[in-house]
């Protein structure tokens, strides 16, 4: 029984639940990003290009074809526009996600230097310190 109440005793920690709510909002986080990047960040810079950013790619090699006109080897691209788009999720979830810690490190910051209102044996115990000083 002590392995499974051990376990048990791990599996609850705080740290842990944390951890795991935070992978999950992380997760549907990163989809919003993706979502964002996609519908609305690349169109506005394809605006400017003349193009949507994930359709932007380099032909490297052109398709092979048969005498028969059936595609032997397809072409090969470099699909740039993908690779912006996902450095631009990466850059706007590192940027929030620095946001949130800042913020978080913020308000631990306040609350470690909010002075802890004295309990009722240390007020008894300071107006008797108090007493016997006069």
Sequence with gaps: MGFIKEFKDFAVKGNLVDIAV???MGGAFGKVVTSFTEGVVSPLIGLI?????TKNMIQLKAAVSDETGKVVQEAVFLKWGDFATAIINFILVAFVMFLVIKGITILKKKEAEAPAAPSSTDQLLMEIRDALKK
């Excluded at 290009?49 to 950013?53: S, Y």
């Design 22 to 24: 935070a992978f999950v």
């Design 49 to 53: 290009g003349g193009a949507d950013l």
